[in-house]
């Protein structure tokens, strides 16, 4: 029995065929290119790995601490701001700076009642299509995460935070992280498509995560340090490598011969760029290593939720289309993927500071 879990439906042939089937094929491939096209040039304009956070921390019982970190790339930064509403005033001058990979803002606000209701809006997300991980805390300590985009850039909070603990708080924030993290997805996309059956499909994401768990781990306890940018950029040539090894399609290649190996290489650099989400994020001094794992634990539900969802939208292609199988959707992943990395990759060696 074969255990791949694509279709085993062989492309059909044009050789044969009525002209009008051959047409129809012909203009379905370049409706796919052009979305194709369309998609990717989308997905590299939105892209950094690294979404935007908000912070707000309530520091007594009508003023709150906000810090506001934007990813920045070479001195460019997104155009984002945040304001809140008519009932909470600035009780502080802002102060601005960079850091080597984030433009920070922090300041004061102060308004009655603190945190509960307070309206919460993201100014510029309609031109950036950007992610904002909001994070609010409470006197108490409690915590209440959302992230924020160009389809909801409004949020009111809760009158009350819920008490969930670290453990939940943070599990959501590393969900949010992966199904908003578009290079990370794009590899993992890469990883089912060299990976021939479901087995080693389950070979393939595990080594993947156990490498990018350890790195990350190291990462966030200041055992190991490596700068952003060139780690960004490594993670889109990694992209880059996979998606030439699709195209190739040959089966004594590195990556469709070891799969294992190549993920969990490539997931030791992914794992340092969960480590700087977290760190812009924080972590709680109390509950440190719990929040550390929650995270881990939350991207890793993400990550399985993401090839559940594209393995079943693959296989229900091949039983709807017949013609669309592994083989034939080949070209349209690598190519996809491709396109995009490509820019990601030159985008980011463009930050590289000069003489480096």
């Not at 279709?7 to 009008?20: A, I, Q, R, Y």
């Not at 490498?211 to 990350?216: F, V």
């Amino acid at each position: 029995m074969n255990s791949s879990y694509w279709s085993s439906t062989e492309v059909v042939h044009l050789k044969g065929m009525p002209n009008d089937f051959a047409k129809s094929k012909a203009l379905v491939s370049f409706i796919w290119l052009v979305a194709l096209t369309l998609i990717s040039a989308s997905l590299a304009q939105a892209d950094d790995m690294r979404p935007t956070s908000l912070t707000i921390q309530a520091t007594d019982e009508t003023t709150s601490e906000v810090i506001f970190k934007v990813p920045a790339a070479g001195g460019r930064v997104i155009n984002l701001g945040v304001a809140f509403g008519s009932d909470t005033k600035n009780v502080s001058v802002k102060n601005n700076y960079f850091t080597a990979d984030a433009y920070v803002q922090t300041w004061n606000i102060s308004r009655e009642g603190s945190l509960a209701g307070l309206e919460i809006s993201i100014d510029g997300l309609e031109r950036n299509s950007a992610d904002v991980l909001l994070r609010a805390v409470d006197l108490e300590g409690n915590t209440q995460t959302k992230v924020l985009n160009v389809e909801q850039p409004d949020y009111v909070l809760p009158s009350q935070l819920s008490a969930q603990g670290a453990f939940v708080t943070y599990v959501k924030i590393g969900i949010d992280h992966i199904l908003v993290g578009l290079d990370h997805l794009l590899f993992v996309s890469c990883l089912i498509f060299i990976s021939a059956t479901r087995r080693k499909l389950l070979q393939t994401i595990t080594g993947f995560t156990v490498a990018h768990s350890i790195t990350l781990i190291l990462a966030t306890t200041g055992q190991l340090d490596l700068p952003i940018v060139p780690v960004e950029a490594v993670i889109a040539l990694s992209i880059v490598f996979l998606a030439w090894e699709i195209a190739k399609d040959k089966r004594d290649s590195l990556s469709l011969k070891h799969p294992v190996l190549v993920s969990s290489s490539f997931g030791l650099l992914h794992g340092f760029g969960f480590a700087t989400v977290l760190s812009d994020i924080g972590l709680p001094q109390d509950d440190k290593f719990v929040a550390l794992a929650a995270f881990n634990v939350g991207v890793e539900i993400g990550q399985l939720m993401f090839v559940g969802v594209a393995c079943s939208l693959f296989i229900l292609l091949g039983k709807v289309y017949q013609c669309c199988n592994k083989q034939s959707l080949r070209l349209y992943v690598s190519y996809g993927c491709g396109v995009v990395a490509m820019f990601w990759l030159f985008e980011r060696l463009s930050a590289f500071p000069v003489g480096v």
